[in-house]
């Protein structure tokens, strides 16, 4: 099974639904906005990616970041991995005017902050966005990626519950092209194109990550053994909200 690393007692699991109404209710019943909610997300992504960098070495960091909240974790964990020191690269998967609510708060954040912004990269080959990955100016034109590579997929989230279609599509092929030529992929949440309940692809395109922070929980979709070899090593990231509060909306199953 996965190796999970966790901070609650025990590893809660969660389906599409009772995730969305986690984060309804600790909106509604806490008080807590849902701002906060992916700043504490952030705070556990970049736990997760430091740690990664750290370990493997890495030096040239891409997030790729969709227009919805998970697109925002990326945006957010930027943020973080900016004020470490680091450089990521940020590349939008959509045009900055389709980024809304929380996710546009943090790309504005990352605008004023001057951090390095790729927009949109959907018609953008593989090895174009590879060279602008690289400052050192030399020529990287080989199939190769250099192993210092983290790509970090924050295109879609959970609620994600039909195939990936283009130009959106491209994202993934992008990524996975990447990953097959040498990156270390990280993904927020579930990679993108991934089911959270059944834990098998959605269509033709699909992520494939070497590490998952998966937030709050499990997902139900974890359990389904053919996951693994979309999520690689899953972490669970904490949120910032009660175990006891989590508890109520998780489902009655056990990971092990």
Same mark, same amino acid.
């Given at each position: 099974?996965?190796?999970?690393?966790?901070?609650p007692?025990?590893?809660?699991?969660?389906?599409?639904?009772?995730?969305?109404?986690?984060?309804?209710?600790?909106?509604?019943?806490?008080?807590?906005p849902s701002?906060?909610?992916?700043?504490?997300a952030?705070f556990?992504?970049?736990?997760?990616?430091?740690?990664?960098?750290?370990?493997?070495?890495?030096?040239?960091?891409?997030?790729v970041?969709g227009?919805?909240?998970?697109?925002? #974790?990326?945006l957010a964990?930027?943020?973080h991995?900016?004020?470490?020191?680091?450089?990521?690269?940020?590349?939008?998967?959509?045009?900055?005017?389709q980024?809304?609510?929380?996710?546009?708060?943090?790309?504005?954040?990352?605008?004023?902050?001057?951090?390095?912004?790729?927009?949109?990269?959907?018609?953008?080959?593989?090895?174009?966005?590879?060279?602008?990955?690289?400052?050192?100016?030399?020529?990287?034109?080989?199939?190769?990626?250099?192993?210092?590579?983290?790509?970090i997929?924050?295109?879609?989230?959970?609620?994600?519950?039909r195939p990936?279609?283009?130009p959106?599509?491209?994202?993934?092929?992008?990524?996975?092209?990447?990953?097959?030529?040498?990156?270390?992929?990280l993904?927020?949440?579930?990679?993108?194109?991934l #089911?959270?309940?059944?834990?098998?692809?959605?269509?033709?395109?699909?992520?494939?990550?070497?590490v998952? +922070?998966?937030?709050?929980?499990?997902k139900?979709?974890?359990?389904e053994?053919?996951s693994?070899?979309?999520?690689?090593?899953?972490? +669970?990231?904490s949120?910032?909200?009660?175990?006891?509060?989590?508890?109520?909306?998780?489902?009655?199953?056990?990971?092990?």
């Amino acid at each position: 099974m996965h190796a999970v690393q966790h901070t609650p007692r025990d590893t809660l699991i969660f389906s599409r639904d009772s995730v969305r109404a986690l984060d309804k209710a600790a909106t509604d019943d806490l008080g807590i906005p849902s701002i906060l909610l992916m700043e504490h997300a952030a705070f556990a992504l970049a736990r997760a990616a430091l740690e990664l960098i750290r370990e493997k070495h890495l030096t040239r960091i891409g997030i790729v970041c969709g227009p919805g909240n998970n697109g925002g #974790d990326g945006l957010a964990l930027a943020r973080h991995l900016a004020i470490h020191g680091i450089d990521p690269l940020i590349a939008l998967a959509s045009v900055p005017g389709q980024y809304k609510g929380d996710a546009a708060i943090n790309l504005h954040i990352v605008e004023q902050m001057g951090l390095r912004i790729l927009d949109p990269i959907l018609s953008m080959a593989p090895q174009a966005a590879l060279e602008i990955l690289h400052r050192d100016g030399r020529d990287h034109s080989s199939d190769r990626v250099p192993k210092d590579v983290l790509l970090i997929d924050a295109l879609f989230g959970t609620g994600l519950d039909r195939p990936v279609k283009p130009p959106m599509d491209q994202a993934i092929r992008w990524m996975n092209a990447l990953r097959a030529r040498g990156a270390t992929t990280l993904a927020v949440d579930i990679p993108s194109g991934l #089911d959270c309940d059944t834990g098998l692809p959605l269509g033709d395109h699909t992520v494939r990550a070497d590490v998952t +922070v998966t937030l709050a929980g499990m997902k139900q979709g974890f359990l389904e053994p053919q996951s693994r070899d979309y999520t690689g090593k899953v972490t +669970v990231g904490s949120i910032g909200l009660p175990h006891d509060f989590m508890k109520r909306f998780a489902l009655d199953l056990r990971y092990t």
